[in-house]
């Protein structure tokens, strides 16, 4: 399968037979840029309603499956969970509700935690244990958990791939921490971003019990 990075927490997934979109923002209020790639996602997922995470209606027309709640769905033979959580560390009273949302396609499970803002609770934990991929917000600055969080979540959760997102990227209409500060807490600050990730179960067994940073390029 084939994954691309949107920017900000927007993902897109394409599998053998299904594709999948994470977080779709608004371009013009997020990146000032009036467009959007032109594709057709089987699935749209949102994590929270806010411009910069929640642009699904672009998508209804093309007969996309929008999901932006916490429950158990399947999909397209797609079975997605989302579990509930908040934007912030004051169980939504400053910045609202946030889902994470695992999936499995084509053998490989994923999380995507969306605009998470406070530690991971012990159930949610236990819940996505076994992730394969995840992706993580890193950019703190009061809209997610920051660098140093993170890493604790990803200790706790012990993925085989992650991938940040939710930093500072150029033209960005919000004010986020470098992606460079994750990096260095990481230990990992001359590691190079690629265009986009094939990966396979193949490629996921073989990276053992080891764990595999990846920085993807805005494509956007």
Do not use: W
């Amino acid at each position: 399968m084939k994954i691309s990075y949107f920017g900000h927490s927007c993902f897109f997934i394409e599998g053998n037979k299904t594709s999948l979109l994470i977080d779709p923002f608004d371009p013009e209020k997020l990146f000032g840029n009036p467009t959007f790639p032109e594709i057709k996602p089987d699935i749209v997922l949102t994590t929270c309603n806010s411009f910069d995470h929640n642009f699904a209606q672009k998508f209804y027309e093309s007969g996309s499956f929008p999901i932006s709640e916490a429950g158990e769905f399947e999909v397209r033979g797609v079975i997605i969970s989302g579990i509930q959580s908040f934007c912030d560390a004051k169980n939504g009273e400053e910045r609202g509700e946030n889902i994470i949302f695992t999936f499995e396609i084509d053998d490989v499970k994923f999380a995507h935690l969306g605009d998470l803002g406070h530690e991971i609770s012990v159930k949610s934990i236990e819940e996505l244990q076994g992730i394969d991929v995840l992706f993580i917000p890193v950019g703190g600055n009061g809209y997610t958990i920051d660098a140093k969080k993170a890493l604790d979540v990803i200790e706790n959760i012990s993925p085989k791939i992650i991938i940040p997102m939710h930093y500072k990227e150029n033209g960005k209409n919000i004010i986020l921490d470098d992606l460079l500060v994750f990096l260095k807490e990481y230990g990992a600050d001359n590691t190079e971003a690629v265009e986009f990730l094939k990966i396979a179960k193949k490629d996921i067994d073989a990276i053992g019990e080891n764990e595999k940073l990846v920085i993807l390029s805005r494509t956007l």
